[in-house]
């Protein structure tokens, strides 16, 4: 199973950018597709964004799109989640996740291994 550890959160103003990162520890994570979540006081997680395992394939939350990037770097095993023109409503905690399959997912429950999350707080 891969052991993910986010970083790169934190307390910004509303029009800041943030850039969140993921390690990932094992052998399988290039054969993995990647993603990030995130998740509110009171509400569900929630997808925001995926990348296929060869990285060639992209899918974004239609919340986001335009305004966050994921990328990942097989060669180091990272995935990381550019995040520009924030707003209040970006607030949660954001978590990444190893896909079961190779190509891109937005289904929560086929990602088998999670981090702890990091906290994103944007004030108005």
């Known amino acids: 199973q891969v052991q993910l550890v986010e970083s790169g959160g934190g307390l910004v103003q509303a029009g800041a950018s943030l850039r969140l990162s993921c390690a990932a520890s094992g052998t399988t994570f290039s054969r993995s597709a990647m993603g990030w979540f995130r998740q509110a006081p009171g509400k569900e997680r929630e997808f925001v964004a995926t990348i296929s395992g060869g990285g060639y394939s992209t899918v974004y939350a239609d919340s986001v799109r335009g305004r966050f990037t994921i990328s990942r770097d097989n060669a180091k095993n990272t995935v990381n989640l550019q995040m520009n023109s924030l707003k209040p409503e970006d607030t949660a905690n954001y978590y990444c996740?190893?896909?079961?399959?190779?190509?891109?997912?937005?289904?929560?429950?086929?990602?088998?291994?999670w981090g702890q999350g990091t906290q994103v707080t944007v004030s108005s």
């Open positions: 996740a190893a896909s079961k399959y190779l190509s891109i997912t937005t289904v929560v429950d086929e990602y088998a291994s």
